[in-house]
């Protein structure tokens, strides 16, 4: 089976810039998390979708940071606009439902100058 | 507040010998329990899990943690280390039901020496 696909694998942009990311889960999965990882820390969960709801968004950013699932399925992640500590990988799971476990992407690095 | 501990930034383990990496987490009742293993720009991989029962869980790649509730821990431990062991590992504890919530420990590098 395919696995979590992410996109683009880098980017770098400078402050105030804007930025989106996109992810394509697994086939069939239903929940979707978007992770922030910062250098030399856990990943940290900024969104999760349950199909194209929003579950959990109480660690989003909603200045600047914006999450959207709209057929339930790909789902991009904007930051606008982008900051220096932004500069994080940037991290899609998906999951048959919030009871299963999380298939990881492989990230994006976002840097941030 | 609910947290979670990994008090060794890095490790260095020689090629053959036992492993041990640490995870204690601060929560009233008892949480669900995750290992994780991150290669580098690689995504990160569920080791094992515990949500109840047994306290000494089986994981993938001859991994084992143990959860011991009065000592707040769940350490991961491995009788003989590969070098392809090499790479980060991450102790997660859910607050809430399964998987969700998840929140992860700052993790622990492990290197193996030859």
């Known amino acids: 089976e395919a696995g979590v696909a992410q996109s683009p694998r880098y980017k770098i942009i400078e402050k105030r810039q804007s930025v989106a990311f996109w992810c394509n889960p697994i086939?069939?999965?239903?929940?979707l998390y978007w992770y922030q990882q910062i250098l030399g820390q856990g990943p940290k969960l900024l969104i999760q979708?349950?199909?194209?709801?929003?579950?959990?968004d109480s660690q989003l950013p909603k200045d600047r940071f914006s999450a959207e699932r709209l057929k339930g399925v790909d789902s991009t992640l904007k930051i606008q606009p982008a900051k220096l500590e932004d500069s994080a990988v940037y991290l899609c799971?998906?999951?048959?439902?919030?009871?299963?476990?999380?298939?990881f992407g492989n990230g994006t690095r976002l840097t941030v100058t | 507040a609910q947290s979670v501990t990994q008090p060794d930034i890095h490790i260095t383990v020689s090629e053959g010998a036992s492993l041990e990496l640490r995870c204690n987490y601060s929560?009233?009742?008892?949480?669900?329990l995750f290992w994780y293993v991150q290669s580098p720009g690689q995504g990160l991989q569920l080791l094992l899990k515990?949500?109840?029962?047994?306290?000494l869980v089986q994981g993938i790649k001859g991994f084992e943690a143990e959860f011991k509730r009065s000592q707040s821990s769940f350490n991961l431990r491995k009788p003989s280390v590969h070098w392809s062991d090499a790479a980060e590992y991450f102790c997660?504890?859910?607050?809430?039901?399964?998987?969700?919530?998840?929140?992860f420990g700052t993790g622990t590098r492990l290197l193996v020496s030859p």
């Open positions: 086939s069939g999965h239903a929940t």
């Open positions: 929560y009233g009742a008892t949480p669900y």
């Open positions: 997660a504890v859910g607050f809430t039901t399964g998987f969700q919530k998840l929140v």
């Open positions: 799971a998906s999951s048959l439902d919030p009871g299963s476990p999380l298939h």
């Open positions: 515990y949500f109840s029962g047994d306290t």
């Open positions: 979708f349950q199909n194209n709801g929003v579950v959990d």
